[in-house]
């Protein structure tokens, strides 16, 4: 079987100087325990959106690109940018860490950027994070800072963008761009489109998620979503749980915090914290087997797949602890009743299909 997982933010933890090759028995992943799990194919994202003061977001986001690719030089590591490299590593046994980019900060209204790291290899390019550019609108800022965006949608440089990306290549990732933004992509696409991590607005209406007709719009490309365990985006009522328990460790988090020199340290120090903390709260594995099925039922078993986020949260449903669990997927796939092929094409042939299409 092979299997692939469509989004790790392992880069924040490299960039405040862990050693992420050993097992660091934190987070989600390392590369021990990434070569140790059943996962073919990790794809590593450079995320520059909230850089250190100290460095222009071009800079934070090449260096960043840097340290991933230097994870090659490790035993049993590739760093593919084409598919007979992915299918080589498969077949040699070894890890796959192809690298993506989440957030267009890096390109500083520069088209030259995106050039530079196209030509260094991207597997997928998101427009953006959480916050908003002056060419495209993201899901959180059209839905709670639409009165200050400074542009709806995307403009005539970010239709450059997209264009750009797909003449090379590139997947364009939809998962946390905003309505607009994702209509204005669809109607100058003319290859696959992605969402690399994103779950469904139906059963938990998070502007992160995605709604019936955006689920459709993807599958008309011949693209792939990627569902996305987050709690926050399965369950609708996790919120009330979680806020309980954060009230509750309040002073731990901030004096875990204060011991941080960095921005990203502050945040996994918290994450890592709260990772143990809100097990107990955490749905089952079997809520985010609904957002599967919901797609599998709506656009078919040949578009869905996992893009698990890891290391950029700060829970995994209840039972899932790390990617030593990545395979409890499967597990409740069998338990619904659907076949092995089914089961082989959701957790990673499906964006082999994909990149067969846009790659070769």
Known sequence: MFVADLHNDLVQRIMIGEDVIKNTSSGHTDIERLKLSSI?????????????P??????????????????ENVHGVSVPITLDEIKSAKYNNKLSLPIAMEGGEALENKIENLEYFIEKGLFYFGPTWNHSLDWVSSGYG????????????LNKFGTHVIRLCQDNKVLVDVSHIGEKSFWDIMSISNK????????????????RNLKDDQIESIKKTNGFIGLNPYPFFIDPTFKIREEKIRKTFRQQLSELAD????????WIAKQHFLQQKLASVCPGMNVFIDHIEYIIKMIG?????IGSDYDGLDCLPKGWNDCMDHMLITEELDKRG?????????????????????WS
């Open 40 to 52: 073919d194919l990790e794809v590593m994202i450079v995320w520059a959106s909230e850089k250190e």
């Open 192 to 207: 696959p489109i992605i969402a690399s991590h994103s779950s469904v607005h139906k059963l938990c209406p998070h502007f």
């Open 142 to 153: 059209e839905t709670h800072k639409k009165s200050t965006l400074k542009n709806f949608g």
């Open 259 to 266: 011991k941080q020199e960095t921005t990203a340290g502050k």
């Open 338 to 358: 659907y076949s092995v092929e089914e089961i082989e094409k959701v957790m990673g042939k499906n964006i082999l299909r994909v990149l067969e299409e846009v």
């Open 54 to 71: 100290s460095t222009s977001y071009f800079e934070f986001a090449s260096k960043m690109y840097e340290k991933l690719k230097a994870l």
């Open 301 to 305: 078993i040949d578009y869905v797949g």
